[in-house]
């Protein structure tokens, strides 16, 4: 079977404008979501390097991430100072836990929240600064927190 020209010479093209304009959109729609993900990493943290360090878990969706520099203040994304008292990093996370219960009972009354800490704490903070952080987390409600770290295959 073969396509031969008409007598008056139209040929039938493709129309390729919503194949681009969808092509566009995509490109769009990941450029965004790497933002989003990036803002959330603070590139002055400097993490530890652990030897059992395992990769991340990417199952995780309701997650708020919390970025310990080397003198303790904990930087947030959307916080345009970062906070360094004990109230202050406490007000913060009771809001946050409040935000997030009431997210959750939006959908379902008896549901718990489900959100994890990832913290992120540069090589020289201090232990006892990330041990007082946890026990903030705890004592506010999360249950479920995560340390980031780097293996020493670099990763």
């Given at each position: 079977?073969?396509?031969?020209?008409?007598?008056?010479?139209?040929?039938?093209?493709?129309?390729?404008?919503?194949?681009?304009?969808?092509?566009?959109?995509?490109?769009?729609?990941?450029?965004?979501?790497?933002?989003?993900?990036?803002?959330?990493?603070?590139?002055?943290?400097?993490?530890?390097?652990?030897?059992?360090?395992?990769?991340?878990?990417?199952?995780?969706?309701?997650?708020?991430?919390?970025?310990?520099?080397?003198?303790?203040?904990?930087?947030?994304?959307?916080?345009?100072?970062p906070l360094?008292?004990?109230?202050?990093?406490k007000y913060?996370?009771?809001?946050?836990?409040?935000?997030?219960?009431?997210?959750?009972?939006?959908?379902?009354?008896?549901?718990?929240?489900?959100?994890?800490?990832?913290?992120?704490?540069?090589?020289?903070?201090?232990?006892?600064?990330?041990?007082?952080?946890?026990?903030?987390?705890?004592?506010?409600?999360f249950r479920?927190?995560?340390?980031?770290?780097?293996?020493?295959?670099?990763?």
């Amino acid at each position: 079977m073969t396509h031969a020209v008409s007598d008056s010479g139209v040929r039938a093209e493709p129309n390729l404008i919503p194949l681009l304009d969808l092509v566009f959109q995509l490109i769009m729609f990941f450029m965004i979501c790497v933002n989003f993900v990036s803002s959330q990493v603070n590139e002055e943290i400097q993490l530890p390097v652990a030897q059992s360090a395992r990769a991340m878990d990417k199952g995780e969706f309701e997650v708020l991430v919390l970025n310990m520099d080397a003198n303790g203040k904990i930087q947030v994304v959307g916080q345009p100072e970062p906070l360094a008292t004990p109230g202050e990093k406490k007000y913060f996370l009771r809001q946050a836990y409040a935000d997030a219960q009431r997210t959750v009972q939006e959908r379902d009354k008896k549901a718990k929240v489900n959100t994890t800490i990832i913290l992120r704490a540069h090589r020289q903070a201090t232990y006892l600064q990330v041990y007082e952080l946890l026990t903030l987390c705890k004592e506010v409600g999360f249950r479920k927190i995560q340390l980031r770290a780097y293996s020493k295959a670099g990763g």
